[in-house]
């Protein structure tokens, strides 16, 4: 296991979980008042907006705190595992947003599915911890680099969205 932690850091597995908390909670300030202060924003598109950020923000404290459980020293495929069902509920409470607007329902839809992902990359990190399994670890922290990387582009999309 220390080969495993040597070669992938800890830091480095859990980095993607840690900071699609944080750019959610800084999403919810532009985006809102963007879109409520822009000219040419419809009624309903910044209602839509408000209300799709409120359950990102709120979503995003329950993430960071699971999540933060995972980068403890003592962390276990309990911590992983309920870091992951926080993602997952996360991603469920985003679709219970009613959305009519067609491209903020796919931006939504996109979000929701980075959040499964990041989900499943987090439960097999935990597992492949837990089984010494290095290729699992390295496949799994991939996995969460790609989650990592798509978060800032969907929150981009919903700033510019909702702003316009």
């Known amino acids: 296991m220390r080969t495993a932690e040597r070669r992938t850091g800890q830091s480095t597995r859990t980095r993607g979980t840690s900071q699609v908390a944080r750019r959610t909670l800084v999403l919810g300030l532009f985006a809102l008042f963007g879109c409520l202060n822009a000219m040419g924003c419809s009624s309903s598109r910044a209602q839509e ?60 839809g996109d979000y929701r599915e980075m959040l499964r992902s990041g989900a499943k990359a987090v439960r097999d990190l935990g597992k492949a911890r837990d ?34």
């Open 49 to 108: 907006c408000t209300k799709l950020i409120t359950v990102l923000n709120k979503n995003a404290e329950s993430v960071k705190a699971a999540t933060s459980k995972i980068n403890a020293a003592d962390a276990n495929a309990a911590s992983f595992n309920e870091a992951a069902a926080s993602m997952e509920a996360a991603a469920d409470d985003i679709g219970t947003v009613p959305i009519k607007d067609d491209e903020l329902t796919k931006i939504a």
């Open 131 to 164: 089984d010494n399994d290095v290729p699992g670890i390295d496949k799994a922290s991939g996995e969460l680099a790609t989650v990592d990387s798509t978060e800032p582009v969907i929150v981009e999309r919903i700033k510019k969205y909702c702003s316009q």
